[in-house]
Each structure stands twice: as structure tokens, then as C-alpha cells.
């Protein structure tokens, strides 16, 4: 391909350990490929034309997709990196309304938060399930002077703790929001003995505990996945494809590449929606229109193997305000415990990592919760972090800035063009299928059209007709047991899939399969599966988006061998490349989380 005549590129900051080593690998393939092997890049290079360009493929680029495909819309997504590789993969695994933000008079948020946490725990019943959260509370009446001044401020101050009085009113306004109808129980309120008789290893300074409801997403990147097929399913002219970045702009239009190639070509669009989260800067500037609309902040997050600690939580999630006035969670996630969060100003072109300081603070506020629980480094056995996009906050505290969204458009010049870009600044995982209705209606607005759907109550993926209660699971299981499949082989299929796992069950039958050595979680085929219908791009997309295995500490040597040699012939990586795969997926476990990878017969 012929170089263009005004090639304006940037290229894009490395920012994660897994991107710019991807970029340090694609660079030893390139020599002699004339064009990448991959289906769903040569569409874009065959036909280099869209309505609308997405760039960015976290949960609120793809919900618009999705959004837009239904409509009927000429659409094409990108991202540079996995799907929900960045701050839609490193969340709290949190459905809530945002409590936290009536202190911050952000009531539309609270109500639009609860509104949808309440819908998808209806249409994503597959990922999304209720979770009971508990307050432990030290004080009656502390708080309640110096409350008025943070709501009015923004701003910390002398820090105290929020009393029993403060944390009821606060729970009484949010049963107003949140109840969904009477579907939603009350918050409750007991004391001292009832609350160690519920949870015996809190202090015994303990004075009350609040219950209340929100919900939790376990696999956020599973759902991210199942949105984004939903939108393909809808309109099979609708394109997504990983690992190819926006790196700027020609006369042709915007100027992409092929991260696993080091490919690029030209494409256009009459509307460019950048959805690239904390990185939206970063893009507007490689696409030749500097902004200044980020400013994220960085949480991080730690896994335990503990079952000490798992008992203490006694299936709830433990949600109270630390003595520096951060909000932190504790709550069990199978048969792990999940521990954040950190909200620390940072840099978004470096690498963000939990780091000693962040762990030792956890291991503090598990400390001031449960003291006579012992926690150490050996019982992490996964650590995340990332990156909130939310706006530029300059003297708020990290904790005060908002956590609503908003969207910038300009009208630009791209490949000689008038393009009507949309830049999105701010959203979170709760909301995002609103959020994606708003970006979408803005979307079709550009385009001069107009609605044709609704995703309000819609069903997304395998949640549809996902069983409401154990015994309708236990019936759906035993419906789906087919030769060669177990109970509980199908029980993990359910789990990942939803529902969907009857199409995955039909293709695992329709050909040779044989489960791994290392992990009964997986099979030969089930990677096939992924390979055809998910994009992965690397082996390391398996361990972190497309299994739990890296988040509940699974992943050994045996295990990263035996799935570089089944993907191998899928993708067409010969014996330098499989080995160069399982050393990209240690040294990405190793810097990004904090995971050394042992042998089995260590």
C-alpha cells in the first residue's frame, strides 16, 4: 500500500505492559506479510467505509455498538488492545447505584445508577446478581457537622468518621432511589450483639451495622464479550475488531493498524465516537484535535485465597469508609475474596500496577475490620489495576469528582472530510447500557436519523431465559448433559456462557474434544470456539477475558504449555511464536498483577 500524501500520525503512548510488548512481538512478524490473516481485519481494509467509527472497546464502546447495531447502523469498532482490557476489566466487579455519590448532590446519577443496576440484574441475570452489602459503624453521632462542608466543598478536610445518624440518613434517601418498586428490600439497622452475632470477627468495638442491597458483575469482561456479539448477531454489516489502533489521520481518513501485524491502512467514517476511556486525550490528539477533557484516577485492587477471611465475610460484601476517608470494599467472589479500592491521581502513560504502598493499605483496612484476621503477601494470589476515565478535576479530591458522564463533539477535517466527532468523558460499569443509549441517540442524530429500538429491557445474550433459582439451574444442567459432558462440565459452561452455553455445547459436540490435563474448566475445543466466534489474539486473553483462571490464581506452566500448543494450529503461530506467547502471558501476569507462575511439580 502507497504511503498517503498528508500522513499525520502519533503513536499511541504505551500505556500497558500487554499492548507495548504486543507491539515489540508484532514487530518480528511483520517482515514479509503483505496483509493480515485475520477475518475481521481484512473486512475493515476491504472495505475501509462506515457510518460511525468507535474507537475504544470497553463495556461503553461496546454497548454502543451494540445500540447502534440494532438500529440498523453501518457501524465498525476498534481497540487497540483486548476487549475489556482496560478500566471495564479492572473494576470493582460492582453493580451499585452510588450511594457514596448523594454526598456528592449527584442525584440524577443515583437515580439513573439504581434504575439500571435494578434492569440488569433482569437482563443480564446470567452475570449480574444481587449483592448484600454491610456497613460497620463505630459512632452514633461523628460526622454530622463536618458532612455539610465536604457537600458543599468537595474537599476532605480534617477527616471524620461517618456516625450511625449520617449513614442512616444516608441509607433512608437511597431506599427512596433504589427499592425498584418494593423489588429491592429495605436497608436495615441493628446493633452491637445482633451485628457480632451475624459476623463474629468484627471489633467487638463495633457499635451497629447497616444492610443494604446492590448488585455485583463476576465476570465483567465475559459480559462485555456478550454485548458485543449481541450487536453482531443483530447487524452482520456491524464490524468490531482487537488489537488494531486509531494512530491518526491521512487523506483517506482515520489511519489504523493491525497491532498483531504491524498492518496499517486508511478508513472513514461520517462519525468518529471516541470511547477510549482515560486515553480519550491521547486519541484526540493522534486524530489531530487536542483535547483536555481526562483526568483519571488509578484504583487497584487485590484477590485472596483466604478462607479465614471468606468465612469472616459471611457471603456479604463489606463496604465501609476507611479512617482516610476512602471509601473500600471487602467481599467474597466464589471461593475468593475481592479487596479495594485505592482512588490515587495518576499518570495515564505509565503503567498502572497495584503497588507495595496500595497492598499494605489493604492489608491495614482488612486489619481495622477484622483484627484478628492475619493477612500476608503469600495469600494474594491476583492483583489489578486501572485507570478511571473520569474528567479533568484539577484541585477536587480524587474521591469528589464525578462520576457521571457527559459527551464533546466537534465538527473536524479528517482525510479532507467534515467528520462529526463524539468524545466521551466519564461513565461507569452500572450504567453503561444508558450511557449507550445517550451516545448512540447522539450518534444517530449526526447521521440524521433516528431511533428505530429500544435496549431498555432487552435481554442481553445468555441472559435470556438464564434460570431464576437453583432448582430451575439444576434442571437447565441436567437438560444440557450430553455425552462426554458432566454435571459439572456444563455447570462451568452455564457460568461462562449463560445460556449461550447451549450453542457452545452444540459446537463442542460437533467435533473431537478433549478436556485439559491441567484444568477441567477447559478444552481443545472450547479454544476453538473462542478462536472462531471471541478474536483472541493472544494466549493471555484466555488466562485474564475469556476464563477466571488468572483472577482465582489457576494459572501454572502445564497450563500455559498445553494452551499454546492447542492454539498453535488455530492461529497459526509456529513453535518461536507459541513459545514467545507463553512469555508474553508471564511477563504480563508478573508486572501488570503480581503473579509468578510456578509449576505444578514446584
Same mark, same amino acid.
Given at each position: 500500500?502507497?504511503?498517503? @500524501?498528508?500522513l499525520k ?11 507495548s510488548t ?6 518480528? @512478524? ?25 474507537i ?16 440498523g ?37 443515583v ?49 471524620? +468518621? ?26 436495615s ?11 463474629p ?15 455485583s458483575?463476576h465476570?465483567?469482561?465475559r ?5 458485543l ?7 452482520p ?22 497491532e ?17 476511556g ?6 484526540n490528539?493522534?486524530?489531530?484535535s487536542?483535547?483536555?477533557f ?19 465475610c ?55 475490620v ?45 482525510g ?27 450518534t ?21 431465559g438464564?434460570?431464576?433459582? +437453583? ?54 475445543r472450547e479454544l ?22 488468572a ?8 497450563l ?7 492454539l ?11 513459545a514467545? +506467547? ?11 498483577? @503480581?503473579v ?7
Amino acid at each position: 500500500m502507497s504511503s498517503p @500524501r498528508r500522513l499525520k500520525i502519533q503513536e499511541p503512548i504505551q500505556t500497558s505492559t500487554l499492548w507495548s510488548t504486543t507491539v515489540s512481538i508484532a514487530a518480528g @512478524r511483520t517482515e514479509g506479510t503483505a496483509g493480515s490473516t485475520r477475518a475481521e481485519v481484512r473486512e475493515l481494509r476491504d472495505n475501509p467505509r462506515a457510518s460511525v467509527l468507535i474507537i475504544g472497546g470497553g463495556i461503553n464502546g461496546v454497548g454502543t455498538f451494540r445500540d447502534l447495531a440494532l438500529q440498523g447502523v453501518d457501524v465498525a469498532l476498534v481497540e487497540r488492545g483486548d476487549y475489556c482490557q482496560g478500566a471495564s476489566g479492572a473494576s470493582s466487579h460492582m453493580i451499585h447505584g452510588g450511594i457514596r455519590y448523594l454526598e456528592n448532590g449527584e442525584f440524577r446519577l443515583v437515580h439513573e445508577s439504581v434504575v439500571e443496576r435494578n434492569a440488569l440484574m433482569k437482563i443480564a441475570p446470567h452475570y449480574v446478581k444481587p449483592l448484600k452489602t454491610t456497613i460497620p459503624i463505630f459512632t452514633t453521632f461523628s460526622g454530622i457537622l463536618s458532612a455539610p462542608l465536604r457537600f458543599l466543598t468537595h474537599k476532605q478536610g480534617k477527616q471524620v +468518621e461517618r456516625g450511625a445518624v449520617l449513614i442512616k440518613a444516608g441509607l433512608t434517601m437511597y431506599d427512596f432511589f433504589s427499592r425498584d418498586g418494593g423489588n429491592v428490600p429495605r436497608h436495615s439497622f441493628v446493633g452491637r450483639r445482633k451485628a457480632l452475632e451475624t459476623m463474629p470477627d468484627l471489633p467487638k468495638n463495633v457499635r451497629y451495622a447497616a444492610t443494604y442491597f446492590d448488585a455485583s458483575v463476576h465476570n465483567p469482561e465475559r459480559l462485555t464479550l456478550d454485548v458485543l456479539r449481541d450487536g453482531q448477531i443483530a447487524n452482520p454489516s456491524a464490524r468490531a475488531v482487537n488489537y488494531v489502533s486509531a494512530i491518526g489521520n491521512d487523506d483517506d481518513g482515520v489511519r489504523l493498524r493491525d497491532e498483531l501485524t504491524g498492518e496499517t491502512f486508511s478508513f472513514q467514517a461520517d462519525v468518529v465516537v471516541n470511547a477510549s476511556g482515560a486515553w480519550t486525550d491521547i486519541t484526540n490528539t493522534a486524530l489531530g484535535s487536542e483535547s483536555r477533557f481526562m483526568g483519571g484516577t488509578k484504583g487497584s485492587h487485590i484477590v485472596l485465597d483466604h478462607p479465614e477471611l471468606l468465612q469472616a465475610c459471611n457471603g456479604t460484601e463489606i463496604f465501609f469508609e476507611h479512617t482516610d476517608g476512602r471509601i473500600v470494599l471487602i467481599y467474597p467472589m466464589g471461593d475468593r475474596v475481592l479487596v479495594g479500592t485505592t482512588d490515587i491521581d495518576v499518570d495515564v502513560t505509565e503503567q498502572a500496577v497495584c503497588t507495595d504502598e496500595e497492598i499494605e493499605y489493604f492489608f491495614e483496612l482488612i486489619g481495622h475490620v477484622f483484627p484478628d484476621i492475619e493477612v500476608t503477601t503469600k495469600d494474594i494470589v491476583y492483583s489489578f489495576s486501572g485507570v478511571r476515565p473520569l474528567p479533568r478535576h484539577d484541585e477536587t479530591q480524587p474521591g469528589f469528582v464525578s462520576r457521571d458522564y457527559r459527551i464533546e463533539k466537534r465538527e473536524e477535517k479528517l482525510g479532507g472530510r467534515d467528520v462529526t466527532t463524539l468524545s466521551l468523558v466519564g461513565g461507569k460499569w452500572t450504567t453503561f447500557r444508558a450511557l449507550s443509549e445517550h451516545l448512540a441517540d447522539d450518534t444517530l442524530a449526526a447521521l440524521g436519523s433516528s431511533r428505530k429500538t429500544s435496549t431498555a429491557g432487552l435481554a442481553i445474550g445468555g441472559g435470556q431465559g438464564f434460570p431464576t433459582d +437453583e432448582a430451575a439451574e439444576r434442571a437447565w444442567i441436567r437438560a444440557a448433559v450430553r455425552p462426554g459432558f458432566d454435571e459439572d462440565r456444563v455447570r462451568v459452561l452455564l457460568t461462562r456462557y449463560g445460556t449461550r452455553a447451549s450453542d457452545v455445547i452444540e459446537y463442542l459436540t460437533d467435533g473431537p474434544d478433549t478436556v485439559f490435563n491441567t484444568t477441567r474448566e477447559l478444552s481443545t475445543r472450547e479454544l476453538a470456539y473462542m478462536v472462531e466466534h471471541e478474536q483472541i489474539g493472544h494466549l493471555i486473553d484466555v488466562l485474564i477475558r475469556r476464563t477466571s483462571l488468572a483472577f482465582r490464581g489457576l494459572v501454572t506452566e502445564e497450563l500455559l504449555a498445553e494452551l499454546s500448543e492447542t492454539l498453535a494450529p488455530l492461529l497459526g503461530w509456529d513453535a518461536e511464536q507459541a513459545a514467545a +506467547e507463553i512469555e508474553l502471558a508471564e511477563k504480563v501476569l508478573a508486572e501488570a498483577h @503480581r503473579v509468578q507462575v510456578k509449576s505444578l511439580t514446584a
